[in-house]
Protein backbone atom coordinates (compact mmCIF):
# COMPACT_ATOMS: atom_id res chain seq x y z
CA UNK A 1 0.00 0.00 0.00
CA UNK A 2 2.80 2.28 0.86
CA UNK A 3 4.29 1.73 -2.53
CA UNK A 4 1.48 2.30 -4.48
CA UNK A 5 0.98 5.55 -3.12
CA UNK A 6 4.44 7.03 -3.37
CA UNK A 7 4.74 5.78 -6.84
CA UNK A 8 2.24 9.12 -8.00
CA UNK A 9 4.46 11.09 -5.64
CA UNK A 10 7.39 9.95 -7.20
CA UNK A 11 6.65 10.38 -10.70
CA UNK A 12 5.08 14.05 -9.98
CA UNK A 13 8.23 14.96 -8.47
CA UNK A 14 10.22 13.57 -11.33
CA UNK A 15 7.50 15.44 -13.75
CA UNK A 16 8.57 18.79 -11.65
CA UNK A 17 12.04 18.39 -11.96
CA UNK A 18 12.28 17.84 -15.36
CA UNK A 19 10.35 20.95 -16.29
CA UNK A 20 12.72 22.70 -13.46
CA UNK A 21 15.21 21.55 -15.70
CA UNK A 22 13.72 22.50 -18.99
CA UNK A 23 13.15 26.08 -17.63
CA UNK A 24 16.74 26.23 -16.32
CA UNK A 25 18.05 24.87 -19.91
CA UNK A 26 15.52 27.52 -21.64
CA UNK A 27 16.96 30.09 -19.26
CA UNK A 28 20.38 29.40 -19.63
CA UNK A 29 20.02 29.41 -23.56
CA UNK A 30 18.36 33.16 -23.47
CA UNK A 31 21.01 34.53 -21.46
CA UNK A 32 23.56 33.16 -23.80
CA UNK A 33 21.80 35.03 -26.63
CA UNK A 34 21.75 38.05 -24.53
CA UNK A 35 25.34 38.26 -23.72
CA UNK A 36 26.39 37.59 -27.48
CA UNK A 37 24.11 40.07 -28.85
CA UNK A 38 24.57 42.54 -25.88
CA UNK A 39 26.65 45.39 -28.96
CA UNK A 40 27.58 47.81 -26.38
CA UNK A 41 29.71 45.75 -24.59
CA UNK A 42 31.32 44.74 -27.28
CA UNK A 43 31.76 47.67 -28.42
CA UNK A 44 32.65 49.14 -25.11
CA UNK A 45 35.28 46.14 -24.90
CA UNK A 46 36.73 47.31 -28.18
CA UNK A 47 35.95 43.53 -29.60
CA UNK A 48 36.87 42.26 -32.83
CA UNK A 49 35.11 40.09 -35.24
CA UNK A 50 37.47 36.77 -35.25
CA UNK A 51 36.42 37.46 -31.42
CA UNK A 52 33.36 37.83 -31.55
CA UNK A 53 32.73 34.65 -34.12
CA UNK A 54 34.88 32.47 -31.37
CA UNK A 55 32.65 33.57 -28.45
CA UNK A 56 29.75 32.61 -30.56
CA UNK A 57 30.97 29.28 -31.69
CA UNK A 58 31.40 28.58 -27.74
CA UNK A 59 28.35 29.40 -26.63
CA UNK A 60 27.01 27.30 -29.07
CA UNK A 61 28.49 24.64 -27.85
CA UNK A 62 26.81 25.11 -24.72
CA UNK A 63 23.45 24.85 -26.03
CA UNK A 64 23.94 21.75 -27.58
CA UNK A 65 26.39 18.94 -27.11
CA UNK A 66 28.12 19.00 -30.21
CA UNK A 67 30.81 16.53 -30.90
CA UNK A 68 32.18 19.25 -33.63
CA UNK A 69 31.51 22.53 -34.48
CA UNK A 70 32.49 25.60 -36.50
CA UNK A 71 31.94 28.69 -37.73
CA UNK A 72 32.40 30.05 -41.96
CA UNK A 73 32.66 32.98 -42.47
CA UNK A 74 31.21 34.72 -45.87
CA UNK A 75 33.89 37.01 -47.61
CA UNK A 76 31.55 40.42 -48.40
CA UNK A 77 34.12 40.42 -51.87
CA UNK A 78 33.93 37.31 -53.19
CA UNK A 79 31.15 35.43 -51.07
CA UNK A 80 33.40 32.52 -50.55
CA UNK A 81 33.24 30.71 -47.61
CA UNK A 82 36.00 30.14 -45.18
CA UNK A 83 36.46 28.24 -41.65
CA UNK A 84 36.69 31.39 -39.11
CA UNK A 85 36.42 29.28 -35.85
CA UNK A 86 36.30 25.03 -34.98
CA UNK A 87 36.08 23.70 -31.86
CA UNK A 88 37.85 21.76 -30.82
CA UNK A 89 40.32 22.60 -33.46
CA UNK A 90 42.08 19.66 -33.49
CA UNK A 91 38.35 18.45 -35.13
CA UNK A 92 39.18 20.75 -38.08
CA UNK A 93 40.23 18.13 -40.49
CA UNK A 94 36.91 15.84 -39.63
CA UNK A 95 34.73 18.95 -39.95
CA UNK A 96 35.92 19.97 -43.23
CA UNK A 97 35.90 16.56 -44.62
CA UNK A 98 32.12 16.67 -43.75
CA UNK A 99 31.67 20.09 -45.08
CA UNK A 100 32.90 19.05 -48.64
CA UNK A 101 30.33 16.48 -48.77
CA UNK A 102 27.76 18.68 -47.89
CA UNK A 103 28.65 21.31 -50.55
CA UNK A 104 28.50 18.27 -53.39
CA UNK A 105 25.09 17.32 -51.93
CA UNK A 106 23.89 20.96 -51.88
CA UNK A 107 22.97 20.77 -48.60
CA UNK A 108 25.45 23.98 -47.91
CA UNK A 109 23.31 26.13 -50.06
CA UNK A 110 20.03 24.51 -48.88
CA UNK A 111 20.96 25.89 -45.65
CA UNK A 112 22.03 29.32 -47.00
CA UNK A 113 18.76 29.55 -48.86
CA UNK A 114 16.21 28.49 -45.95
CA UNK A 115 17.51 31.05 -43.32
CA UNK A 116 17.13 28.73 -41.05
CA UNK A 117 18.41 26.04 -38.96
CA UNK A 118 18.14 22.45 -40.76
CA UNK A 119 18.82 18.93 -39.48
CA UNK A 120 20.04 16.25 -41.59
CA UNK A 121 22.44 12.74 -41.83
CA UNK A 122 26.01 13.03 -42.55
CA UNK A 123 27.10 10.61 -45.63
CA UNK A 124 28.93 8.29 -43.61
CA UNK A 125 25.73 7.91 -41.14
CA UNK A 126 27.91 9.42 -38.24
CA UNK A 127 26.83 12.25 -37.13
CA UNK A 128 23.52 14.24 -37.56
CA UNK A 129 24.47 17.81 -38.64
CA UNK A 130 23.32 20.86 -37.52
CA UNK A 131 23.14 23.78 -40.65
CA UNK A 132 22.35 27.22 -39.97
CA UNK A 133 22.70 30.30 -41.69
CA UNK A 134 24.39 33.61 -40.20
CA UNK A 135 22.02 36.26 -41.57
CA UNK A 136 20.75 39.86 -40.75
CA UNK A 137 17.76 41.03 -42.87
CA UNK A 138 19.89 42.08 -46.08
CA UNK A 139 23.28 39.85 -45.62
CA UNK A 140 24.82 36.64 -45.10
CA UNK A 141 27.54 36.76 -42.61
CA UNK A 142 28.43 33.33 -42.40
CA UNK A 143 27.16 29.68 -42.09
CA UNK A 144 27.07 27.34 -38.12
CA UNK A 145 28.49 23.42 -38.65
CA UNK A 146 27.35 21.64 -35.92
CA UNK A 147 28.14 17.36 -35.76
CA UNK A 148 25.56 15.31 -32.97
CA UNK A 149 26.79 11.87 -32.82
CA UNK A 150 24.69 9.63 -33.70
CA UNK A 151 24.66 7.65 -30.91
CA UNK A 152 23.68 10.79 -28.61
CA UNK A 153 21.84 13.27 -31.06
CA UNK A 154 18.93 14.12 -28.43
CA UNK A 155 18.59 17.47 -28.83
CA UNK A 156 16.85 19.68 -26.13
CA UNK A 157 13.22 21.47 -26.78
CA UNK A 158 13.48 24.78 -27.84
CA UNK A 159 17.80 24.45 -28.25
CA UNK A 160 17.41 25.11 -31.95
CA UNK A 161 15.17 28.55 -31.74
CA UNK A 162 18.27 29.99 -28.94
CA UNK A 163 20.59 28.55 -31.46
CA UNK A 164 19.01 30.75 -33.96
CA UNK A 165 18.18 34.06 -31.58
CA UNK A 166 22.14 33.52 -30.83
CA UNK A 167 23.10 33.16 -34.00
CA UNK A 168 21.01 36.19 -35.58
CA UNK A 169 22.44 38.24 -32.70
CA UNK A 170 26.07 37.33 -33.59
CA UNK A 171 25.20 38.61 -36.84
CA UNK A 172 23.64 41.14 -36.45
CA UNK A 173 26.87 42.06 -33.83
CA UNK A 174 29.04 41.54 -36.79
CA UNK A 175 27.78 43.97 -39.40
CA UNK A 176 27.22 46.51 -36.23
CA UNK A 177 30.87 46.30 -35.66
CA UNK A 178 31.32 46.38 -39.83
CA UNK A 179 29.30 49.75 -39.60
CA UNK A 180 31.26 50.93 -36.69
CA UNK A 181 34.43 50.75 -37.87
CA UNK A 182 33.50 51.75 -41.19
CA UNK A 183 32.25 54.85 -39.23
CA UNK A 184 35.56 55.14 -38.13
CA UNK A 185 37.78 55.40 -40.59
CA UNK A 186 35.52 57.73 -42.70
CA UNK A 187 35.41 59.93 -39.67
CA UNK A 188 39.69 59.68 -39.43
CA UNK A 189 39.13 60.68 -42.98
CA UNK A 190 37.26 62.91 -42.25
CA UNK A 191 39.48 64.71 -39.62
CA UNK A 192 42.28 64.08 -41.95
CA UNK A 193 40.84 65.93 -44.51
CA UNK A 194 39.48 68.87 -42.25
CA UNK A 195 43.57 69.11 -40.88
CA UNK A 196 44.37 69.65 -44.21
CA UNK A 197 42.10 72.36 -45.34
CA UNK A 198 42.88 73.75 -41.87
CA UNK A 199 46.77 73.90 -42.48
CA UNK A 200 45.59 75.49 -46.11
CA UNK A 201 43.83 78.17 -44.84
CA UNK A 202 46.04 78.88 -42.43
CA UNK A 203 48.69 79.03 -44.96
CA UNK A 204 46.44 81.34 -46.88
CA UNK A 205 46.02 83.36 -43.87
CA UNK A 206 50.05 83.81 -43.21
CA UNK A 207 50.34 84.75 -47.09
CA UNK A 208 47.20 87.07 -46.78
CA UNK A 209 48.68 88.42 -43.29
CA UNK A 210 52.39 89.08 -45.23
CA UNK A 211 51.20 90.66 -47.68
CA UNK A 212 49.24 93.11 -45.52
CA UNK A 213 52.19 93.57 -43.58
CA UNK A 214 54.60 93.96 -46.99
CA UNK A 215 51.57 96.99 -47.58
CA UNK A 216 52.32 98.08 -44.21
CA UNK A 217 55.73 98.48 -44.73
CA UNK A 218 55.37 100.28 -47.43
CA UNK A 219 53.19 102.91 -46.32
CA UNK A 220 55.55 103.42 -43.20
CA UNK A 221 58.33 103.28 -45.33
CA UNK A 222 56.81 106.04 -47.37
CA UNK A 223 55.31 108.25 -44.69
CA UNK A 224 58.09 108.19 -43.06
CA UNK A 225 60.50 109.16 -45.94
CA UNK A 226 57.91 111.59 -47.08
CA UNK A 227 57.99 113.63 -43.23
CA UNK A 228 61.88 113.03 -42.76
CA UNK A 229 62.28 114.78 -46.32
CA UNK A 230 59.61 117.82 -45.46
CA UNK A 231 61.96 117.74 -42.08
CA UNK A 232 65.03 117.83 -44.30
CA UNK A 233 64.04 120.61 -46.34
CA UNK A 234 63.32 123.24 -44.02
CA UNK A 235 66.61 122.06 -42.22
CA UNK A 236 68.82 122.54 -45.39
CA UNK A 237 66.33 125.86 -45.83
CA UNK A 238 66.93 127.38 -42.41
CA UNK A 239 70.76 126.15 -42.63
CA UNK A 240 71.64 128.05 -46.11
CA UNK A 241 69.39 131.45 -44.16
CA UNK A 242 71.67 131.10 -41.38
CA UNK A 243 75.24 131.05 -43.24
CA UNK A 244 73.80 133.89 -45.11
CA UNK A 245 72.42 135.97 -42.09
CA UNK A 246 75.75 135.09 -40.39
CA UNK A 247 77.80 135.97 -43.64
CA UNK A 248 75.72 139.47 -43.46
CA UNK A 249 76.12 140.23 -40.34
CA UNK A 250 72.11 139.70 -39.19
CA UNK A 251 70.67 138.18 -36.12
CA UNK A 252 69.47 134.52 -37.39
CA UNK A 253 67.60 134.19 -34.10
CA UNK A 254 64.10 133.09 -36.23
CA UNK A 255 65.56 130.62 -38.14
CA UNK A 256 67.40 129.07 -35.07
CA UNK A 257 64.05 128.72 -33.99
CA UNK A 258 62.34 127.05 -36.71
CA UNK A 259 65.88 124.70 -36.59
CA UNK A 260 64.15 123.98 -33.42
CA UNK A 261 60.48 123.35 -34.21
CA UNK A 262 61.70 121.13 -37.15
CA UNK A 263 63.80 119.33 -34.62
CA UNK A 264 61.03 118.33 -32.24
CA UNK A 265 58.80 117.29 -34.89
CA UNK A 266 61.37 114.80 -36.35
CA UNK A 267 62.16 113.45 -32.46
CA UNK A 268 58.35 113.16 -32.06
CA UNK A 269 58.33 111.15 -35.51
CA UNK A 270 61.03 108.97 -34.31
CA UNK A 271 59.13 108.64 -30.95
CA UNK A 272 56.11 107.07 -32.76
CA UNK A 273 58.03 105.11 -34.82
CA UNK A 274 59.48 103.30 -31.33
CA UNK A 275 56.26 103.50 -30.30
CA UNK A 276 55.03 101.75 -33.05
CA UNK A 277 57.65 99.16 -33.07
CA UNK A 278 56.71 98.01 -29.55
CA UNK A 279 60.26 98.34 -28.42
CA UNK A 280 62.55 101.02 -26.86
CA UNK A 281 63.26 102.37 -23.32
CA UNK A 282 60.63 103.57 -21.10
CA UNK A 283 60.26 104.64 -17.48
CA UNK A 284 57.03 103.28 -15.66
CA UNK A 285 56.04 104.54 -12.64
CA UNK A 286 52.82 104.18 -10.51
CA UNK A 287 50.13 106.79 -11.84
CA UNK A 288 46.57 107.68 -11.23
CA UNK A 289 44.32 107.32 -14.23
CA UNK A 290 42.68 110.50 -13.77
CA UNK A 291 45.73 112.38 -14.02
CA UNK A 292 46.86 110.61 -17.36
CA UNK A 293 43.04 111.58 -18.98
CA UNK A 294 43.41 115.40 -17.81
CA UNK A 295 46.88 115.48 -19.08
CA UNK A 296 46.29 114.28 -22.41
CA UNK A 297 42.90 116.26 -22.19
CA UNK A 298 44.85 119.48 -21.82
CA UNK A 299 47.20 118.30 -24.71
CA UNK A 300 44.16 117.91 -27.18
CA UNK A 301 42.02 121.02 -26.21
CA UNK A 302 45.38 123.57 -27.05
CA UNK A 303 45.34 122.04 -30.70
CA UNK A 304 41.08 122.52 -30.93
CA UNK A 305 39.31 124.98 -33.40
CA UNK A 306 36.00 123.06 -33.03
CA UNK A 307 33.99 123.37 -30.54
CA UNK A 308 33.69 120.15 -29.13
CA UNK A 309 32.62 118.64 -25.85
CA UNK A 310 34.86 116.72 -23.38
CA UNK A 311 33.26 114.88 -20.69
CA UNK A 312 35.25 112.69 -18.49
CA UNK A 313 33.69 110.05 -15.72
CA UNK A 314 36.96 108.30 -14.37
CA UNK A 315 36.67 108.90 -10.95
CA UNK A 316 39.87 110.91 -9.12
CA UNK A 317 41.87 108.82 -7.52
CA UNK A 318 40.89 105.65 -7.99
CA UNK A 319 42.69 103.60 -10.60
CA UNK A 320 46.51 103.02 -10.71
CA UNK A 321 48.33 101.91 -13.38
CA UNK A 322 52.09 101.40 -14.32
CA UNK A 323 53.14 103.07 -17.41
CA UNK A 324 55.54 105.26 -19.01
CA UNK A 325 53.54 108.40 -18.22
CA UNK A 326 54.62 110.10 -21.17
CA UNK A 327 54.52 107.59 -24.13
CA UNK A 328 50.68 106.57 -22.42
CA UNK A 329 49.71 110.34 -22.21
CA UNK A 330 50.87 110.21 -26.04
CA UNK A 331 48.68 107.48 -26.80
CA UNK A 332 45.52 108.67 -24.96
CA UNK A 333 46.46 112.20 -26.98
CA UNK A 334 46.29 110.69 -30.16
CA UNK A 335 43.09 108.60 -29.47
CA UNK A 336 41.20 111.63 -28.38
CA UNK A 337 42.99 113.72 -31.59
CA UNK A 338 42.21 110.62 -33.55
CA UNK A 339 38.20 111.52 -32.03
CA UNK A 340 38.17 115.00 -32.58
CA UNK A 341 38.72 114.69 -36.38
CA UNK A 342 36.01 112.25 -36.85
CA UNK A 343 33.96 115.22 -35.37
CA UNK A 344 33.09 117.82 -38.74
CA UNK A 345 31.37 120.24 -36.50
CA UNK A 346 30.45 119.91 -32.86
CA UNK A 347 30.08 117.01 -31.18
CA UNK A 348 31.01 115.27 -27.66
CA UNK A 349 33.98 113.02 -26.74
CA UNK A 350 32.92 110.76 -23.66
CA UNK A 351 35.60 109.54 -21.29
CA UNK A 352 35.49 106.68 -18.66
CA UNK A 353 37.23 103.93 -16.92
CA UNK A 354 36.07 101.23 -14.61
CA UNK A 355 37.42 98.04 -13.09
CA UNK A 356 37.30 94.47 -14.97
CA UNK A 357 38.66 91.09 -14.08
CA UNK A 358 39.82 88.95 -16.85
CA UNK A 359 40.21 84.97 -16.60
CA UNK A 360 41.42 82.28 -18.43
CA UNK A 361 37.88 81.35 -19.77
CA UNK A 362 36.96 84.56 -21.02
CA UNK A 363 34.61 84.37 -24.13
CA UNK A 364 36.04 87.55 -26.26
CA UNK A 365 38.59 86.75 -28.59
CA UNK A 366 39.91 90.04 -28.95
CA UNK A 367 40.78 89.59 -25.10
CA UNK A 368 42.18 86.26 -25.56
CA UNK A 369 46.03 87.23 -25.49
CA UNK A 370 46.11 89.18 -22.41
CA UNK A 371 46.85 87.57 -18.90
CA UNK A 372 44.02 86.66 -16.25
CA UNK A 373 43.81 89.27 -14.24
CA UNK A 374 42.27 92.89 -12.97
CA UNK A 375 42.72 95.68 -15.16
CA UNK A 376 41.53 99.31 -15.95
CA UNK A 377 39.01 99.61 -18.90
CA UNK A 378 39.75 103.38 -20.51
CA UNK A 379 37.18 104.02 -23.23
CA UNK A 380 37.12 107.13 -25.23
CA UNK A 381 33.36 107.30 -26.90
CA UNK A 382 32.89 110.06 -29.86
CA UNK A 383 29.62 111.14 -31.80
CA UNK A 384 31.18 111.23 -35.12
CA UNK A 385 31.08 109.52 -38.37
CA UNK A 386 31.82 106.17 -37.56
CA UNK A 387 34.00 103.89 -39.68
CA UNK A 388 32.85 100.24 -41.74
CA UNK A 389 34.35 97.32 -41.26
CA UNK A 390 36.99 97.80 -44.04
CA UNK A 391 37.89 100.56 -42.72
CA UNK A 392 38.46 99.38 -38.79
CA UNK A 393 40.79 96.74 -39.94
CA UNK A 394 43.57 99.27 -41.25
CA UNK A 395 43.05 101.74 -38.58
CA UNK A 396 46.13 100.69 -36.91
CA UNK A 397 48.05 100.81 -39.71
CA UNK A 398 51.13 103.53 -39.68
CA UNK A 399 49.91 106.59 -41.60
CA UNK A 400 46.56 105.38 -42.69
CA UNK A 401 43.82 107.70 -42.58
CA UNK A 402 40.46 108.47 -44.34
CA UNK A 403 41.09 112.28 -44.65
CA UNK A 404 43.33 114.29 -46.85
CA UNK A 405 45.19 115.38 -43.69
CA UNK A 406 45.72 112.46 -41.42
CA UNK A 407 48.15 112.36 -38.23
CA UNK A 408 50.32 109.99 -39.61
CA UNK A 409 51.77 107.24 -36.80
CA UNK A 410 48.74 108.48 -33.75
CA UNK A 411 46.46 105.31 -33.80
CA UNK A 412 49.32 103.24 -35.06
CA UNK A 413 51.58 104.44 -32.20
CA UNK A 414 49.05 104.35 -29.61
CA UNK A 415 48.23 100.11 -30.60
CA UNK A 416 51.75 99.87 -30.06
CA UNK A 417 52.43 101.58 -26.68
CA UNK A 418 49.06 99.73 -25.18
CA UNK A 419 50.55 96.01 -26.01
CA UNK A 420 54.04 97.48 -25.27
CA UNK A 421 52.51 97.51 -21.64
CA UNK A 422 51.15 94.23 -21.67
CA UNK A 423 47.51 95.89 -22.46
CA UNK A 424 44.72 95.75 -25.14
CA UNK A 425 43.32 98.26 -27.41
CA UNK A 426 39.97 97.30 -29.50
CA UNK A 427 37.74 99.68 -31.70
CA UNK A 428 33.92 99.52 -31.96
CA UNK A 429 32.21 101.24 -34.68
CA UNK A 430 29.02 101.91 -36.48
CA UNK A 431 28.78 104.07 -39.62
CA UNK A 432 26.90 107.53 -38.21
CA UNK A 433 26.73 106.03 -34.77
CA UNK A 434 30.15 107.76 -33.27
CA UNK A 435 33.33 104.98 -32.53
CA UNK A 436 34.29 103.81 -28.76
CA UNK A 437 37.74 102.91 -28.17
CA UNK A 438 38.70 100.92 -25.39
CA UNK A 439 41.98 100.57 -23.51
CA UNK A 440 42.86 97.44 -21.29
CA UNK A 441 45.42 98.17 -18.88
CA UNK A 442 46.74 96.23 -15.74
CA UNK A 443 45.63 97.30 -12.48
CA UNK A 444 48.21 98.82 -10.03
CA UNK A 445 47.16 97.99 -6.24
Not at 7 to 27: I, S, V, Y
Not at 175 to 190: I, K, P, T, V
Not at 287 to 306: I, Q
Request: with cysteine; glycine share 6%; proline share 2%.
Amino acid sequence: MNDRRKTPADGHDLLLFAQEEKNRCMLSAMEQVLEVGDFQKHVDNRIGAEELIKLTAQQSSQLMRFDTSAIYKVDQLTSNLSIACCIPPESQGVLENQFESLVSHDHVSWALRERRGIMIYSQDRRYRVVLHVMATYCRIRGLFVGLLPIENCSVPEGSMQALSLLLRNAANTLESLEYLDMFQRQNAELHTKVAEKVDQLRQRDLQLLNARKMDAIGTLAGGVAHQFNNALAVLIGSVDLIKLQMSQGQDPGSNLKRLETVAKRMQDLTFKLVAYARGGKYLTEKTLVDMLVRSALGGAKKSLDSPIEFVSTVQENTFYVKVDCTQMESALSGIITNAIEAMESDGQVVISAEKISIDELTDDPKLIELAPGEYVKIKVKDNGKGMDQRTMEHIFDPFFSTKFTGRGLSMAAAYGIVKNHAGEITIESQVGKGTTVTIYLPLAR
